[in-house]
């Protein structure tokens, strides 16, 4: 028998390089970007975006027709509310749930009891708060994009899965089996961790339904933006001052800055129509007024935020809501 790196029996040299050690930087990073591998798997589902496009192709048409109608921009909280309304509806159906499964653990008596118990009363508000929360998280879902909406699908069929366990649950404790009502509240709260982790994903990771500009406040002092007269009447402009992205108009001779970056999904205002003085996002027709930034219609919660404007010598200049303070007039510093 040889001995030596050929040996019968020892793993290919490949195959030990492919597994790392435990402790080792490899498999510290591997342990720390599951959520990531995780995501980049859902995403790659095939009949997952083949229901998501087809889901799209139903409901984006029934959005655009009703888009302007008071309802709908309520689900999703909108200028009215000031932030979407879904993330904060689903802490209901996962408190009460939750409340189940701890009166469900504390309590001692084995006894067969038929009808709504206490137990039975808050599974039952947790469906109906479900409910709530399902449409709210629909209509949220209608004006994503691209990987989020697919995420996003998975994350609501995670929630129908757990809301079909929790009507089973409700059920079969009414009917008096109370053990099989116990095993499947539990099983589906867990589903619903599931999904809210995947909700908590799609806000903190990838910054859905989060306000795109609320960081955004330079240039420090006036910079040029744009030749004055390469900015014609009633024609938005992009322009870019200190990394910032703007959009500049101009109509009856007074000029208009607001950030290019749509509040509610990062779209590019300056490529949607305005009319009135209003800009209308070209992503999911939000509407900003040019004059204060404040929005006139949904989905955007975030009004624009709105830059000061002067011409100097031919150039139209721009300047952020915080100027730089002056310098002291010496150089030396005050005591």
Same mark, same amino acid.
């Given at each position: ?113 038929? *009808?709504?118990?206490? /137990? !039975?009363?808050?599974? =039952? #508000?947790?469906? +109906?708060? @479900?409910?709530?929360?399902?449409? %709210? ?33 409700? *059920?079969?404790?009414? /009917? !008096?089996?109370?053990? =099989? #009502?116990?095993? +499947?509240? @539990?099983?589906?709260?867990?589903? %619903? ?43 938005? #402009? ?98």
């Amino acid at each position: 028998m040889r001995t030596g790196s050929g040996q019968a029996g020892d793993p290919p040299a490949a195959a030990q390089r492919a597994e790392p050690a435990i402790g080792s930087p490899l498999a510290t990073t591997r342990w720390v970007a599951w959520h990531d591998d995780l995501a980049a798997w859902l995403d790659r589902l095939g009949w997952l975006g083949t229901l998501s496009d087809w889901l799209t192709g139903v409901l984006a048409p029934i959005r655009e027709r009703h888009q302007d109608n008071l309802v709908l921009e309520l689900l999703h909280g909108g200028r009215w509310v000031g932030h979407p309304l879904h993330p904060a509806l689903s802490d209901l159906p996962i408190g009460l749930w939750a409340g189940v499964v701890v009166m469900d653990a504390t309590d001692r008596d084995s006894a067969p009891r038929r *009808g709504l118990d206490a /137990a !039975g009363m808050l599974s =039952a #508000a947790g469906i +109906l708060a @479900a409910g709530a929360t399902a449409l %709210t998280g629909l209509s949220d879902w209608t004006v994503s994009n691209d990987q989020d909406r697919r995420l996003g699908l998975f994350h609501g069929l995670l929630n129908t899965a757990a809301l079909g366990l929790q009507c089973a649950s409700l *059920g079969t404790r009414m /009917a !008096g089996h109370r053990g =099989a #009502a116990r095993a +499947l509240g @539990a099983a589906g709260l867990t589903v %619903t961790a599931a999904a809210g982790y995947l909700g908590g994903h799609l806000v903190f990771t990838k910054g859905v339904m989060v306000n795109r500009v609320a960081w955004a406040s330079g240039p420090r002092r006036w910079t040029r933006a744009l030749q004055e007269a390469d900015l014609p009447d009633d024609s938005p #402009a992009a322009v870019e001052a200190e990394g910032r992205q703007i959009m500049l108009y101009r109509h009856g001779g007074r000029l208009y800055a607001i950030d290019n970056i749509c509040s509610h999904a990062g779209g590019l205002l300056s490529r949607g129509p305005v009319a009135d003085l209003t800009v209308t996002c070209p992503l999911h027709g939000s509407r900003f007024a040019l004059a204060d930034g404040c929005v006139s219609r949904g989905p955007a919660s975030q009004p624009q935020p709105v830059l000061p404007t002067r011409i100097r010598n031919g150039w139209i200049e721009v300047r952020g809501s915080q100027p730089a303070p002056r310098r002291p007039a010496s150089g030396r510093t005050q005591p």
